[in-house]
């Protein structure tokens, strides 16, 4: 586009230039910095800085993470987290301790069931009530730990 059909090439020669007869180009026609960032300016704020306006909740000092964390196993999968020779050498006297720290669970919940006359010691972090009620009913016995 050649110089002589922009807009601002057409305004010469007129006195003011499309900027007014009174304030001339002058001042701060939409406001100072971030000025109408709720009103007038709303769109901009929202696109280009989401998030700028509004509440932020409170922070948490302190957390301890690991304090919410409890990776859980229901009771279905217990007798398959023991190795091979463990189950071998199960008898319906002689239970084998099941440590479930060590395979990353911490908490022992209650959906399934038991293989029946064999008991089984579990060792955990937590346990919920009917899962502990199933483990002692199959005459296995539950042990916390820290």
């Given at each position: 586009?050649?110089?002589r059909?922009k807009?601002?090439?057409?305004?010469?020669?007129?006195?003011?230039?499309?900027?007014?007869?009174?304030?001339?180009?002058?001042?701060?026609?939409?406001?100072?910095?971030?000025?109408?960032?709720?009103?007038?300016?709303?769109?901009?704020?929202?696109?280009?800085?989401?998030?700028?306006?509004?509440?932020?909740?409170?922070?948490?000092?302190?957390?301890?993470?690991?304090?919410?964390?409890?990776?859980?196993?229901?009771?279905?999968?217990l007798?398959?987290?023991?190795?091979?020779?463990?189950?071998?050498?199960?008898?319906?006297?002689?239970?084998?301790?099941?440590?479930?720290?060590?395979?990353?669970?911490?908490?022992?919940?209650?959906?399934?069931?038991?293989?029946?006359?064999?008991?089984?010691?579990?060792?955990?972090?937590?346990?919920?009530?009917?899962?502990?009620?199933?483990?002692?009913?199959?005459?296995?016995?539950?042990?916390?730990?820290?």
């Open positions: 586009m050649t110089t059909f807009k601002n090439r057409k305004k010469r020669g007129h006195v003011s230039a499309g900027h007014g007869r009174i304030g001339k180009h002058r001042k701060h026609p939409g406001g100072r910095g971030n000025a109408g960032g709720m009103h007038h300016h709303r769109i901009l704020f929202d696109k280009y800085h989401p998030g700028y306006f509004g509440k932020v909740g409170m922070r948490y000092f302190h957390k301890l993470r690991n304090k919410f964390y409890a990776p859980i196993v229901n009771i279905d999968k007798w398959s987290l023991l190795p091979q020779e463990a189950k071998d050498k199960a008898t319906a006297d002689k239970a084998p301790l099941l440590d479930v720290t060590q395979f990353g669970y911490f908490k022992v919940l209650g959906k399934g069931v038991l293989p029946q006359n064999q008991p089984i010691v579990v060792k955990a972090k937590l346990i919920s009530k009917i899962a502990e009620k199933k483990i002692k009913e199959a005459g296995g016995a539950v042990v916390l730990t820290a």
